[in-house]
């Protein structure tokens, strides 16, 4: 007859195999795209808001990207408030950096300011040639680390 020990043994291996074999399917469908924002030369324009936005983004999508487009949209809904220019080459498990300048409403600011944080979405094509749509998971990077950056 096995041990108490013997089986509590078992029981811990069983439960590690089965979440490590479980943990690739929840980095795939996780955060592909990660990273900081931050938000300077603020100018209001009536009820309208000039901000320069930066992006230091990650990406762990599991694949090398090419021409990937990263777009900003209105939140909630999906207005395009702009996008920066293509990315040629982004490897898996490095960052890019960007920043431009948006023009948005008033209440989009005060969002990614306090509270939220930008609606920011990678599009890109899969190795099929398919069109992708990755969300971006963003921390506002704090001033001191934005002046250093």
């Known amino acids: 007859m096995p041990s108490t020990r013997s089986i509590r043994v078992v029981i811990a291996a069983l439960f590690a195999a089965l979440l490590l074999a479980g943990a690739p399917a929840i980095a795939k469908d996780g955060r592909d795209f990660a990273g900081f924002y931050s938000l300077s030369s603020v100018a209001q324009q009536g ?3 000039r901000v320069t936005l ?3 983004l990650f990406n762990y999508s599991g694949a090398d990207l090419r021409d990937a487009v990263i777009a900003v949209r209105q ?3 999906m207005a ?3 996008s920066f220019a293509p990315v040629p080459l982004w490897r898996d ?3 890019v950096v ?3 300048q948006f023009t948005v409403p008033r209440s989009e600011f005060e969002q990614w300011s306090t509270h939220g944080q930008p609606n920011v979405v990678v599009l890109h094509t899969d190795s099929d040639g398919q069109p992708c ?3 971006a998971q963003l921390t506002q990077r704090p001033e001191a680390l934005s002046a250093a950056h």
């Open 80 to 82: 395009d408030l702009g």
């Open 54 to 56: 930066e992006l230091q």
């Open 93 to 95: 498990g490095h960052d």
């Open 98 to 100: 960007v920043g431009r």
């Open 47 to 49: 009820d309208a808001v």
């Open 75 to 77: 939140s909630p809904g």
């Open 133 to 135: 749509r990755g969300t």
